[in-house]
């Protein structure tokens, strides 16, 4: 019987066409053949798929005996003269909630953790530097000749809210229960242990409870620096109000603009689950200067998965930089049924939450996806120096317009707007018998 999300038994698309077409019409190998539809599936980084990388026999043990999925890639760049390589070693963690979501609250948060922390150790023997949950880790060049010392440094982020159920879809204010303050709450601190134990900068996507301006809430990433500290927050610029999406009734949009933090690893940002679908959001994380950008999200298979894979993707491609997507996994059925507005039946889940979590880089590369039922660790090498010479090859920023686009966007703005339409003077010309 095949598990619930999976593709007639299959964890993703790109391991059922692996697993059921011959091998040498798909396997990467110097067969111009199957090298060709890697191209097209996934596209190529130096003139080849993103290769595999070999990860130690502990961590693919402990995903095997914990019932978590695990992948590693590594995105190469060419060899420069004058710059070293910067290779960032991120990770993404995908999972699903643990307990029902009729369990005490506080009981709820804890096994979410414990499950965590199971992953983020993998992940710590896998070498991970940046981590998002949906989480991320980097590592340095330097890190990476540490590893055998287990000398780890990381960067960690987290899937969108990941310390609660996704029950923004019931509209009840009860869950409001699992917000917290971004700089003292339970999982603040939690994250900050880790962060100190491993090294890591850690990407914390929580329920902020905002305790300086009347206790409102957000939908914030809390970045935490890999001394434990608390470099700075993010909240969510952009709120649905599309389907089950029912989040407004909980926390309305970000007032931080779109800053890129500064790590000892890179240059990341954080482009929270619906900002995905604003092309202009991940462009101004790109024009602040981002490396790599996390975009942790909670979507479910009718609504969006034909946009996963696409979104990601085309946001690494025009921007030129690195993203990590990732989703939840699961499906979480609440105690109460709830309607939407959009005519269908009373229910009491959201759907279910694809996984399907995967790194995208500058050139158009990709690396396959994570399952779409199971937890899962995704391990990507990234050399950041692909960055800027996908720029230099590719020229988007010489060659944009951003002064017409700036005076364009200055005129939207006004109330008299009048959109440019140049019309056809034969439409207004009377018509004899159908005819002009």
Request: charged share 20%.
């Amino acid at each position: 019987m095949a598990t619930e999300g999976s593709l007639q038994g299959f964890e993703s698309v790109h391991r059922l066409l692996s697993e059921t077409l011959p091998p040498q019409l798909f396997q990467c190998s110097q067969d111009a053949a199957s090298q060709e539809v890697q191209r097209v599936l996934l596209g190529c980084n130096g003139g080849k798929p993103v290769q595999t990388l070999s990860l130690p026999a502990i961590v693919t043990e402990s995903a095997q005996s914990q019932n978590f999925d695990v992948l590693a890639y590594s995105f190469s760049a060419a060899e420069e003269q004058l710059r070293k390589p910067r290779v960032v070693r991120i990770g993404l963690i995908q999972n699903a909630t643990v307990l029902p979501t009729t369990d005490p609250y506080e009981r709820q948060m804890n096994s979410i953790r414990e499950r965590l922390r199971t992953i983020i150790e993998a992940a710590g023997k896998a070498g991970v530097n940046v981590l998002c949950l949906q989480m991320f880790t980097v590592l340095t060049q330097a890190a990476l000749m540490e590893v055998e010392s287990n000398e780890f440094h990381w960067d960690l982020c987290h899937q969108e809210a990941w310390t609660m159920p996704f029950a923004f879809c019931t509209r009840e204010k009860s869950w409001c229960e699992f917000a917290e303050s971004a700089e003292r709450g339970k999982s603040t601190q939690f994250i900050q242990e880790l962060a100190r134990k491993y090294n890591m900068v850690i990407v914390s996507p929580i329920l902020e409870r905002d305790e300086a301006h009347g206790d409102t809430l957000w939908n914030t990433a809390v970045i935490i620096g890999n001394h434990g500290n608390i470099i700075g927050k993010h909240r969510k610029n952009h709120i649905p109000r599309v389907g089950d999406f029912n989040e407004s009734s909980y926390y309305m949009e970000g007032n931080t603009g779109h800053p890129v933090f500064e790590t000892e690893f890179g240059k990341i940002a954080v482009n929270i689950c619906y900002g995905r679908h604003h092309t202009l959001n991940w462009q101004a994380f790109g024009m602040n200067g981002a490396e790599i950008v996390f975009n942790p999200s909670a979507t479910v298979g009718d609504l969006s998965e034909p946009m996963w894979p696409i979104e990601a993707r085309n946001a690494a491609i025009a921007n030129t930089y690195f993203v990590g997507a990732i989703n939840r996994v699961g499906t979480e059925s609440f105690p109460n049924a709830f309607t939407s507005g959009d005519g269908k039946p009373e229910h009491k889940d959201f759907g279910h939450f694809y996984g399907s979590s995967y790194v995208a880089g500058p050139d158009a590369s990709c690396t396959p996806s994570l399952s779409r039922c199971r937890d899962g660790l995704m391990v990507a090498d990234c050399d950041l120096n692909l960055c800027q010479q996908v720029k230099d090859k590719w020229g988007f920023r010489l060659t944009a317009r951003y002064e017409l686009y700036a005076k364009f966007f200055n005129e939207y703005i006004k109330p008299d707007f009048k959109p440019q339409v140049v019309r056809d003077a034969f439409l207004d010309s009377p018509k004899e018998n159908g005819v002009y």
